[in-house]
């Protein structure tokens, strides 16, 4: 997410609960795939900017919705990852990165991790069914 773009959207639409910026990560497919009875699934890890003001809390939120989810399907979630960078994450401190699988998966891999995390996100009353 650009963050003019992001900063723009949370004038004009925020605030919001959760803030989650979506991208794919160029890992091999051995490290982004996982089969569950039979079904192959993109494996998905969060990404902390160390140097965000906001790095402690993302880093937390990050580790708990990734132990969630390893509960939900054990497995679907790398370890977060840390790096050296800001990844806009200042802007907000409940703005997490969220890499899905890798440049190696298939789109049908990514969606059926992607429902795995909206179904969380419901549980934790974070999205809502459409009326």
Do not use: W
Not at 6 to 22: K, S, T, Y
Not at 71 to 79: A, D, F, N, P, V
Not at 82 to 90: C, I, K, L, W
């Amino acid at each position: 997410i650009s963050k003019s773009y992001l900063e723009e959207a949370l004038v004009q639409h925020g605030p919001f609960d959760l803030i989650i910026d979506v991208h794919r990560d160029s890992a091999p497919r051995s490290v982004s795939v996982i089969e569950h009875e039979g079904v192959e699934y993109a494996r998905l890890m969060f990404v902390i900017g160390e140097k965000s003001e906001n790095a402690a809390k993302v880093r937390a939120m990050s580790q708990t919705y990734s132990d969630k989810m390893n509960q939900c399907l054990e497995g679907i979630m790398r370890e977060p990852f840390t790096r050296q960078s800001e990844y806009n994450q200042g802007v907000a401190d409940h703005m997490l990165l969220l890499e899905v699988g890798s440049d190696q998966n298939t789109s049908s891999e990514a969606l059926r991790s992607l429902k795995v995390l909206v179904e969380l996100l419901k549980q934790e009353g974070l999205l809502f069914e459409d009326s």
